[in-house]
C-alpha cells in the first residue's frame, strides 16, 4: 500500500477521533462564560455571554435564572428567540449614595438583580448562549455569577464558590466567573 495513502488515512482517523472527543466533551461541561472578561466601571457596559450546553441528565433546559452580583448595575438582558425575559429589581442601597450627594436617578432607581429566561426548550443535546449587558464595578476582581438550570421538575444550581486552593475543576456546580480588569488607560487616538 502507498505510503502516501497510509498517512493520510491515519491523519483521517487522527482528526475524526479528535472531533468526536470534542464534541462528547460539552455533555459533561459546565455552565459558563466564555468571553469572561469586563472592564471595570465600563462607561455604556459590557456584553456578556452565558453558555447553558446541555440539559438536566437528558432533560431539556426551560428556564434559567441568573442572580446579578452586587455591584453590577444598568443590567439588561438580550432578546433570545422563543424564550420569555422576566427581570426581578432590588432596592438600591442608601449606603451605596454618597453622604450629601444628590442621587442622580441612575443610582437612586432600583436595580436588575436576577434576569430568568422561561418557556423555551432547550434540548440536552443542543447549547445554547444568553446574554445581558452590564456596568461592572470599579474595582477589579473575579465576581461570581450564580446561575440556577431547571428541566422540568429537576433543578442544577450552578452557585459553588471555590475556595482558597481549590480550583473551578475541584466543584461539581461551580458559579461561571467574570474576570473584572481595570480599563486601559492610554489614550483613545483620534
Same mark, same amino acid.
Given at each position: 500500500m502507498n505510503s502516501n495513502i497510509t498517512r493520510r488515512r491515519v491523519a483521517g482517523v487522527a482528526a475524526m477521533t479528535a472531533f468526536m472527543l470534542a464534541v462528547a466533551v460539552p455533555a459533561s461541561a459546565h455552565?459558563?462564560? /466564555?468571553d469572561g472578561g469586563a472592564v471595570a466601571g465600563g462607561g455604556h457596559g459590557t +456584553?456578556?455571554?452565558?453558555? +447553558?450546553?446541555? =440539559?438536566?441528565?437528558?432533560?431539556? @433546559?426551560? @428556564?434559567?435564572?441568573?442572580?446579578? /452580583? *452586587?455591584?453590577?448595575?444598568?443590567?439588561?438582558? #438580550?432578546?433570545?428567540? =422563543?424564550?420569555?425575559? *422576566?427581570?426581578?429589581?432590588? /432596592? $438600591?442601597p442608601e449606603s451605596s449614595i454618597a453622604p450629601g450627594a444628590s442621587p442622580d436617578?441612575?443610582? %437612586?432607581?432600583?436595580?436588575?438583580?436576577?434576569?430568568?429566561? %422561561?418557556?423555551?426548550?432547550?434540548?440536552? %443535546?443542543?447549547?445554547?448562549d444568553f446574554q445581558f449587558q452590564a456596568v461592572f464595578p470599579e474595582t477589579p476582581g473575579t465576581i461570581y455569577v450564580?446561575? $440556577?438550570? #431547571?428541566? =422540568?421538575d429537576v433543578e442544577e444550581a450552578w452557585i459553588e464558590i471555590s475556595a482558597e486552593g481549590q480550583s473551578e475543576d475541584d466543584l461539581a456546580l461551580p458559579a461561571p466567573t467574570v474576570t473584572v480588569v481595570a480599563p486601559d488607560p492610554s489614550p483613545v487616538a483620534s
Open positions: 455552565i459558563t462564560i /466564555p +456584553v456578556i455571554t452565558l453558555r +447553558v450546553p446541555h =440539559g438536566c441528565d437528558g432533560a431539556p @433546559t426551560d @428556564t434559567i435564572e441568573l442572580q446579578i /452580583p *452586587e455591584g453590577v448595575t444598568s443590567v439588561k438582558p #438580550r432578546w433570545t428567540a =422563543g424564550w420569555t425575559i *422576566e427581570s426581578e429589581t432590588a /432596592p $438600591v436617578a441612575e443610582q %437612586s432607581e432600583p436595580q436588575v438583580a436576577l434576569i430568568r429566561w %422561561s418557556g423555551g426548550s432547550l434540548p440536552d %443535546s443542543q447549547y445554547a450564580p446561575v $440556577v438550570q #431547571r428541566c =422540568g
